[in-house]
């Protein structure tokens, strides 16, 4: 089951030598963290990136174990912004010239780049930035400009104390006129002594939720005061500015200019099942330790993931992991192989593309963000402390429902491709992840045949209710459009809707990847026939919490629906012996969890016993404050005390 989720012996064992490595290093150590104060943090990640940079040369990582490294380490900062996306964004829009001079000094990190896109008063608007980008023909640069407050970049993350260049988007003005948001390289730092160059104004835009986690990054504001740059450092494979100030578009289409977030929103999505993974390890291997009610006769009290209700809640999340890291694996060929077309210049699959990387980043995101709280309250109070490992990683994770995309506006990006590919119909088959969208005589009008519990352990017969749902909610918002003169005017005013047809057409895609995987990817029979439980979980979990639409559809009978639950308990029946060892299938290490609760010899009480013993208050018995503020409360003699 470890080498099925690492999806090959090769890829395991990369993963678990680079777990080892990291828990094995007393630098990397994080128990103590969530006791610094900010400045401290900060410092700390410095020394820690400073340091895998040093393993990543000295010891001679590849990428795959580079990236691997950085996951383990576990601390948001800088690199993740320069590798995931300044030097994507120099590979996917640079020219070949711009790619030769810029990447090998980003590779080298000779310079630290950031993405600075968003700014205080825009983000999820990409057209409405406000920031300047004039070409001055008589210098053959570019003045790069912040006009207003509002056009203040403002997130980039790394930006604030640490990159010396960044990716900045701009609105390009060539002789007054107005030619589009595109992609220019700034320098903001020196690069001998890391000052901000003139014309900038460079700082941190503050604390963030949580308290140990998202601080480790430096996100921040930046301002021009009219910053000068050479013409050639405009990202110029799509759009090209001559020295006489001539724009000129190339036959690379504009979309291209947003592919930075394709390539992200990707690695988003596969890394949903990390979080999702980690929390359900902590959440399964503490409810088999804790026990509560149940003793008879004196014998020991019900493990509380005995109780229907506890699995109901946590055996749908750990098959939530699975399924998302197999969409994640499936999703990532999706990207190779669109990535080696736009090198050749095929576009044809960019759209589909953009539209899975929306959707999945959408939906995977909600679902882990959403899962981790329910882990947390899986575990009781304790799940409250941080020594449980939850708080902090929800506070980590749940600004990806933000990032990259703000989910409701991914789910509309997901919807104008839906919308499209149903207008075309008549003339051009829908294909990939659409193409069920071709076969919607039989999805409108053939209903479930189901009719005993047992008739939903059947691929085919789940797979075509997920079709027929997401095909009837979509057409049905198709033809409430068509009622609209103004398409536009209509989306806006459908745009719930849209927004639930589009998860219903991802909720098909993260069914259909499960389906696929078990059909043809996954050695051994056990493995296969116990991942095909989880597949059936995830499917009927999803049936069943989205019911209303399946009946709303007429594709299925309340009786249908019920049975569907049926199945869904005697599942969970299914789930509950191989609990541990599917969490422990992530192979996830302690060092990695960093959670009293999900520890892997179950020790928890000791142990948490023990950390409490480590906060700072217990230091001493009469700590700073009581004698000051607490003694004269007690020793004060005033009238209304004896009230
Ligand atoms: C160790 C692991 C590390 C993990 C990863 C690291 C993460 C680090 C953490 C945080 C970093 C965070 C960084 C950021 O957040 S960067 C900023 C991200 N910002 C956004 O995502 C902004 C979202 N907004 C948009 O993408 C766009 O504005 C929009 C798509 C919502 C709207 O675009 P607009 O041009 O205004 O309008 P249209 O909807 O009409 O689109 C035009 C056209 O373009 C197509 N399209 C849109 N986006 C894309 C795309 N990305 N790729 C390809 N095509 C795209 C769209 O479909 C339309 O096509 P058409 O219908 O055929 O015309
Ligand atoms: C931790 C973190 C790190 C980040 N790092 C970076 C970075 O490195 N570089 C960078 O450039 N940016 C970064 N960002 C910024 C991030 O990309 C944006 O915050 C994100 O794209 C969302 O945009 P917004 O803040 O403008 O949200 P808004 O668009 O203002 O969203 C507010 C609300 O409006 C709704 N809404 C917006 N538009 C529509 C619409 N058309 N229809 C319906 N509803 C709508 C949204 O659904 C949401 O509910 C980061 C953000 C965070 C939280």
Same mark, same amino acid.
């Given at each position: 089951m470890k080498v099925a989720w690492a999806?090959?012996?090769?890829?395991?064992?990369?993963?678990?030598?680079?777990?080892?490595?990291?828990a094995n290093d007393p630098v990397f150590e994080k128990f103590s963290k969530p006791m610094l104060g900010r400045k401290e943090l900060f410092k700390n990640t410095l020394r820690k990136a400073a340091?895998?940079?040093?393993?990543?040369?000295?010891? /001679? *990582?590849?990428?795959?174990?580079? @990236?691997?490294?950085?996951?383990y380490i576990d601390e948001p900062n800088y690199t993740d912004l320069h590798w995931e996306m300044f030097v994507p964004a120099i590979e996917g829009q640079g020219t070949k010239e711009q790619k030769k001079k810029w990447l090998p000094l980003a590779q080298t990190m000779q310079i630290i780049g950031t993405y600075a896109q968003t700014e205080l008063g825009h983000g999820s608007n990409v057209q409405g930035l406000e920031t300047t980008a004039t070409f001055d023909r008589q210098t053959d640069e570019f003045v790069m400009h912040s006009p207003t407050l509002t056009s203040s970049k403002w997130w980039p993350g790394g930006m604030a104390k640490v990159a010396t260049h960044a990716i900045v988007y701009a609105r390009l003005i060539i002789d007054g006129l107005f030619h589009g948001v595109h992609g220019f390289i700034v320098q903001l730092r020196s690069l001998e002594d890391h000052s901000p160059l003139p014309g900038l104004t460079?700082?941190?835009?503050?604390?963030?939720?949580?308290?140990?986690?998202?601080?480790?990054?430096?996100?921040?504001?930046? /301002?021009?005061?009219?910053?000068?740059?050479p013409r050639n450092q405009m990202l110029m494979r799509v759009s090209q500015v001559t020295k006489e100030g001539k724009y000129a578009q190339s036959d690379v289409p504009r979309q291209l200019l947003y592919g930075t977030m394709v390539s992200v929103r990707q690695t988003i999505v596969a890394d949903a099942s990390k979080a999702l993974s980690r929390a359900v390890c902590i959440a399964t291997r503490y409810s088999v330790v804790r026990r509560q009610f149940g003793s008879r006769n004196g014998g020991p009290e019900t493990q509380v993931i005995?109780?229907?209700?506890?699995?109901?809640?946590?055996?749908?999340?750990?098959?939530?992991?699975y399924a998302f890291r197999f969409v994640g694996e499936w999703l990532k060929s999706l990207y190779i192989d669109v990535k080696q077309r736009l090198e050749a210049n095929d576009f044809s699959t960019l759209p589909e593309t953009h539209a899975c990387t929306a959707g999945l980043k959408a939906l995977t995101t909600a679902a882990t963000a959403d899962g981790?709280?329910?882990?947390? @309250?899986?575990?009781?109070?304790?799940?409250?402390?941080?020594?449980?490992?939850?708080?902090? *990683?929800?506070?980590?994770?749940?600004?990806?429902?933000?990032?990259?995309?703000?989910?409701?506006?991914?789910?509309?990006q997901v919807a104008r491709f839906l919308v499209k590919t149903v207008s075309n119909l008549g003339y051009k088959q829908p294909v990939g992840t659409a193409a069920y969208l071709g076969r919607v005589t039989p999805l409108l009008q053939n209903n479930c045949a189901v009719q005993t519990a047992e008739d939903w352990l059947n691929p085919d017969a789940i797979l075509e209710a997920f079709e027929a749902r997401a095909a009837r909610m979509v057409i049905g918002c198709g033809e409430r459009l068509a009622m609209f003169e103004n398409p536009e005017e209509g989306f806006a005013e459908l745009s719930i809707d849209l927004v639930e047809a589009s998860l219903a057409h991802c909720q098909l895609i993260t069914v259909s990847v499960f389906i696929q995987k078990l059909n043809h990817e996954i050695p051994g029979n056990g493995v296969k026939r116990s991942l095909e439980v989880l597949c059936y979980v995830y499917a009927?979990?999803? *049936?069943?919490?989205?019911?209303?639409?399946?009946?709303?559809?007429?594709?299925?009978?309340?009786?249908?629906?019920? *049975?569907?639950?049926?199945?869904?308990?005697?599942?969970?029946?299914?789930?509950?012996?191989?609990?541990?060892?599917?969490?422990?299938?992530?192979?996830?290490?302690?060092?990695?969890?960093?959670?009293?609760?999900?520890?892997?010899?179950?020790?928890?009480?000791?142990k948490l016993y023990e950390a409490a013993w480590k906060d700072p208050l217990n230091d001493s018995?009469?700590?700073?404050?009581?004698?000051?503020?607490?003694?004269?409360?007690?020793?004060? @003699?005033?009238?209304?005390?004896?009230l």
């Open positions: 999806g090959s012996r090769e890829a395991f064992q990369v993963s678990d030598r680079m777990a080892k490595l990291v340091y895998a940079w040093k393993l990543i040369n000295d010891l /001679r *990582l590849t990428e795959e174990e580079a @990236k691997w490294l950085r996951h460079l700082g941190d835009i503050g604390m963030k939720f949580g308290h140990g986690t998202y601080n480790t990054m430096d996100n921040g504001v930046l /301002r021009f005061d009219h910053v000068r740059i005995d109780y229907k209700t506890q699995q109901s809640r946590l055996f749908p999340l750990l098959a939530s992991a981790i709280e329910e882990c947390r @309250k899986l575990c009781g109070g304790h799940g409250y402390l941080i020594s449980s490992g939850l708080p902090e *990683l929800f506070a980590f994770y749940v600004p990806a429902c933000s990032y990259e995309g703000e989910n409701v506006v991914m789910m509309l009927l979990f999803l *049936l069943h919490k989205h019911q209303g639409d399946f009946l709303a559809t007429g594709y299925l009978t309340p009786k249908q629906a019920s *049975l569907a639950n049926e199945q869904l308990r005697t599942l969970y029946s299914k789930v509950r012996p191989n609990a541990i060892a599917f969490v422990d299938s992530f192979n996830h290490m302690d060092h990695y969890l960093c959670s009293v609760l999900g520890r892997y010899d179950g020790n928890v009480y000791p018995d009469i700590v700073d404050g009581i004698q000051q503020y607490v003694q004269p409360i007690l020793k004060q @003699k005033l009238h209304y005390a004896k």
